[in-house]
């Protein structure tokens, strides 16, 4: 839905394929239906009401205009790419007029650094031609075309020039940012900006400072996680990056645009801890508002219940309620953004990983009352060293693991959740005091229940302010934001 308003912003002409037509559970009138409504909604004038509309088995490479009696019959994806040439009309250029392109992509090479990626949409360009770089508030800096890259397939060769309507990358522009225009130096005409939609979720991003730093990765302190997200800021348009002195706030599209950055960093052999996510807020007309958005969701009735419950406590307001073909119930919410944060990954657990949920930003509202928590407390450990079996066994009554045997922990990590309200700190590394004294039913081997071991998203979800998630590429440690337990008593106070 998001993607479709977009593009019909814009005034690009859709093709619909309506996919897995042979699939027994298929629903092609009631999704054809979905879709028209769709398009009543989105579509800002009557033209964008006519679309074409194509059926197709993708992973036989099948598709038809018109719905087939016989899905195994005999096709191909002739019609699709046919509806292409024919229904999508071909980019405007100009190939008569001064050189412009509008930078939408970079790239880097350690040899030719910034690559400027764009389509051409007028003029032509060649090797060590003069441009000007019009910035986004208007300012213009004087460029040099290096070397000039175009496109075959997926390779990528260097040429001597190119015109209107070829996609290229250009080197020697190392000041070229997403949406800004390069130019003809004597004709500095900027191109419309595109409008990047600000961000809904914060969340604190800092150097490692668990007992545990510096043994993990490579990358650790705060100016190099500053210079690489500076680099991120390059080519991650939506990201925003504030610099709070020893560590930042990087701000995103949502917790899975988040989740991402996270792992990328991770997988570059950086370590560092993060923050509780958290909604972005504004202020308008004097008042605080936050995010929210449009919440579908798609559940078997027998689970409708837990979900509904759920939603209740975070706020959500039901707009619509439908029965599916399927036997499904489908229901659209407005639920603030950050109530959104840790919903996904609960709701798999209580509908056993049936739900479907997708979601989209609508707006902002005026700023609700506290969320209701709903996560009981930590097991905390209190001592320092290796997790023994026998500490664990005895831990097990007390809450949910989050370690196994074996694993390194400090005072103040988290190894689990408890079962009740509030934290237990306890020492999860203590061991078995020998005696002379021995009995079958004493030494018996101990049966620990298995641990869970949390994923990023997981991990992030779980957090609470107090909290931190220590992550190195080895490793995910959930802890206390206060290691030492008389701090966190200060802090609780306060």
């Excluded at 814009?10 to 559970?25: E, R, T, Y």
């Excluded at 229904?87 to 040899?111: C, G, H, N, R, W």
Aim: aromatic fraction near 6%; proline fraction near 5%.
């Amino acid at each position: 839905k998001f993607v479709l308003s977009k593009a019909l912003e814009l005034g690009l002409k859709p093709v619909i394929v309506i996919n897995k037509i042979d699939k027994p559970s298929r629903r092609i009138d009631e999704v054809e239906d979905e879709i028209a409504d769709l398009f009543l909604e989105l579509a800002i004038d009557d033209s964008q009401l006519h679309y074409p509309t194509y059926f197709a088995i993708g992973r036989e490479g099948k598709a038809w205009k018109e719905l087939p009696e016989n899905p195994s019959e005999h096709a191909d994806l002739s019609p699709i790419f046919d509806a292409i040439i024919n229904d999508i009309p071909a980019p405007t250029v100009e190939t008569d007029k001064p050189f412009q392109m509008l930078v939408t992509s970079l790239q880097y090479d350690t040899f030719l650094g910034k690559y400027a990626i764009g389509r051409i949409s007028r003029g032509e360009v060649k090797r060590g031609q003069q441009v000007v770089l019009i910035k986004r508030d208007g300012a213009l800096i004087n460029g040099k075309i290096d070397k000039i890259f175009g496109y075959r397939g997926l390779l990528r060769e260097e040429i001597d020039e190119a015109g209107a309507g070829d996609i290229v990358a250009l080197t020697g522009i190392s000041e070229a940012h997403i949406g800004e225009t390069l130019a003809d130096r004597e004709h500095p005409d900027a191109l419309p900006v595109i409008d990047i939609e600000p961000p809904t979720i914060s969340m604190y991003l800092g150097p490692n400072t668990s007992p545990l730093k510096g043994k993990e990765a490579k990358y650790n302190t705060s100016r190099q996680i500053g210079d690489r997200l500076k680099q991120e800021l390059e080519t991650n348009v939506s990201l925003r990056v504030r610099d709070e002195g020893i560590g930042f706030v990087v701000s995103g599209r949502g917790e899975l645009h988040l989740s991402v950055l996270i792992e990328t960093l991770r997988r570059e052999d950086f370590e560092f801890e993060v923050g509780r996510p958290q909604a972005v807020t504004i202020e308008e007309d004097g008042q605080i508002k936050e995010p929210v958005e449009e919440l579908l969701i798609e559940v078997a009735s027998e689970f409708l219940g837990a979900v509904s419950q759920e939603l209740g406590t975070r706020r959500a307001a039901p707009i619509k309620q439908e029965q599916t073909s399927s036997g499904t119930t489908r229901s659209t919410y407005i639920i603030p953004t950050r109530a959104m944060i840790g919903l996904r990954n609960l709701l798999l657990t209580a509908t056993k990983g049936t739900v479907i949920m997708n979601s989209l930003p609508h707006g902002y509202q005026p700023l609700g009352a506290k969320l209701q928590q709903t996560r009981n407390g930590a097991l905390i450990a209190t001592e320092a060293g290796s997790t023994t079996a026998y500490a664990l066994d005895a831990a097990a009554a007390r809450g949910e693991l989050f370690v196994g045997p074996g694993t390194t922990v400090y005072p103040g990590m988290i190894v689990g959740v408890y079962n009740r309200g509030g934290d237990l700190e306890l020492n999860v590394c203590r061991g078995k005091q020998l005696t002379n004294m021995r009995t079958s039913s004493s030494d018996g081997a101990i049966q620990l229940t298995p641990y869970t071991d949390l994923s990023l998203e997981q991990s992030i979800d779980f957090i609470e302010n107090d909290e931190l998630l220590e992550v190195t590429p080895k490793s995910l440690r959930l802890r206390k934001r206060y290691l030492d337990p008389n701090q966190r008593k200060r802090a609780a106070k306060n």
